[in-house]
């Protein structure tokens, strides 16, 4: 079963910074997701990744297979971001169900 | 866009009651996946269903039981509840090919027992 590690575990930044939250998976996935949960559990995936690099708005995902890592990047943060960002995997073998981290619990201050 | 729908959104049961949960996929996705995330913790997966059939079984308790049916749509089934089953359920589908077409993620059902 892969072990899904996110650091930080909790974050409070200024409007304006730059945030990264990292995410280490332990053996091979299909795919990587980022995925972000608010106040009362709704989740909304952010990205999936299987190489490379996405972006959507101010949100940069990253990935490094070969060294099994994964970093989310905001740019320019704003008080909406704050909520819970969850990285999650698919694991290899093909079975169902995601392997979920801990979540980064993110607080943008004005 | 619809999104996935769960209902209720909210449920207080005693124990030992029995609680049915619901999730609605979005049109065209044919897979159901359940999860439980309890109190402070990461969501655990529990059981999918791909056309109307089991398709993976996770950390699903004996006294739950789901299906899926014709109009893909899922029922979570939860017999004989323990305060422990206090958690948010939610509900995620796909289409089958979901490594290039990703997660629908309901808002989730939160249950409470009593």
């Known amino acids: 079963k892969n072990e899904v590690e996110q650091s930080p575990q909790n974050l409070t930044a200024q409007e304006g910074e730059f945030i990264t939250i990292n995410c280490s998976y332990s053996v091979g996935i299909s795919a990587l997701h980022w995925l972000q949960q608010h106040p009362g559990g709704g989740i909304v995936s952010l990205f999936m990744l299987s190489s490379g690099k996405k972006k959507h708005g101010r949100l940069i995902a990253t990935i490094n297979i070969q060294e099994k890592h994964s970093s989310l990047h905001i740019t320019a943060s704003h008080p909406r971001d704050s909520a819970v960002y969850i990285c999650a995997v698919d694991d290899d073998g093909g079975a169902d169900g995601l392997t979920f981290g801990k979540g980064t619990h993110l607080i943008i201050q004005p | 866009a619809a999104g996935v729908i769960q209902s209720p959104r909210h449920l207080i049961k005693e124990k030992r009651e029995t609680a049915t949960l619901k999730c609605y996929p979005i049109?065209?996705?044919?897979?159901v996946y359940w999860y439980q995330q309890g109190p402070g913790q990461d969501p655990q997966f529990l059981i999918s269903?791909?056309?109307?059939?089991?398709?993976d079984k996770g950390s699903i308790p004996d006294r739950f039981s789901a299906q899926q049916f014709s109009d893909y749509h899922s029922e979570l089934n939860m017999s004989s509840l323990e305060l422990g089953d206090s958690a948010l359920y939610f509900c995620?589908?796909?289409?089958?090919?979901?490594?290039?077409?990703?997660?629908?993620f309901g808002s989730g059902t939160r249950l409470t027992v009593v």
């Open positions: 995620a589908s796909s289409p089958k090919d979901r490594f290039n077409y990703g997660y629908t």
């Open positions: 269903f791909y056309e109307k059939m089991q398709s």
């Open positions: 049109p065209r996705h044919d897979t």
